[in-house]
T-cell receptor
């Protein structure tokens, strides 16, 4: 069964540095998403992406964050000037078509800001 | 803003008994309601979903019900087994999915 893959599995970064989290969505999927889950808490929507542009974003997704589809397979989340509170698990997801279709999650990247 | 409330936060049931998790949502435009199961340290996995044009859906031991008028929906797991132990999240959305706070389900042998 095809899967969403994310790299790295764990990223440790100094506060103030920039990080890029990478995702390879399922190949025939057209919608891509990033979510955040702080340890022990709920999954929080960050952004959705379709046709090379942001479809929807949450209040969390401010100017510190950006997303990009640099080629035909990768989907990235960039976090600039990282803060301690950015420490969380970041999940990428993809769906075949729009919101009313199942979203398949990757295994996540655990981001630790020191 | 949009909000999804989920209850209970923890639930312990005897193996073989049923478990029920309830959620309410605030955005009346919501038309998609997925349920995810998350085991410790793992990804959320979709276990069942329902759309607003359907009131009930069943898949083996799992069923979901939706009451759009009252803006609440529920997950029912029958004949619970030890492998059902996990955190379950409800979610609701129209243009984006908002997750509930999760229910930690423990199955007692």
């Amino acid at each position: 069964e095809p899967e969403v893959t994310q790299t790295p599995s764990h990223q440790v970064t100094q506060m103030g540095q920039e990080v890029i989290l990478r995702c390879v969505p399922i190949s025939n999927h057209l919608y891509f998403y990033w979510y955040r889950q702080i340890l022990g808490q709920k999954v929080e929507f960050l952004v959705s992406f379709y046709n090379n542009e942001i479809s929807e974003k949450s209040e969390i997704f401010d100017d510190q964050f950006s997303v990009e589809r640099p080629d035909g397979s990768n989907f990235t989340l960039k976090i600039r000037s990282t803060k301690l509170e950015d420490s969380a698990m970041y999940f990428c997801a993809s769906s075949e078509s729009g919101l009313l279709q199942p979203q398949h999650f990757g295994d996540g990247t655990r981001l630790s800001i020191l | 803003g949009e909000n999804v409330e989920q209850h209970p936060s923890t639930l312990s049931v005897q193996e073989g008994d049923s478990a029920v998790i309830k959620c309410t949502y605030s955005d009346s435009a919501s038309n998609y309601f997925p349920w995810y199961k998350q085991e410790l340290g793992k990804r959320p996995q979709l276990i069942i979903d329902i759309r607003s044009n359907v009131g009930e859906k069943k898949d083996q031991r799992i069923a979901v019900t939706l009451n759009k008028t009252a803006k609440h929906f529920s997950l029912h797991i029958t004949e619970t087994q030890p492998e059902d132990s996990a955190v379950y999240f409800c979610a609701a959305g129209a243009s984006k999915i908002i997750f509930g706070s999760g229910t930690r389900l423990s199955i007692r042998p």
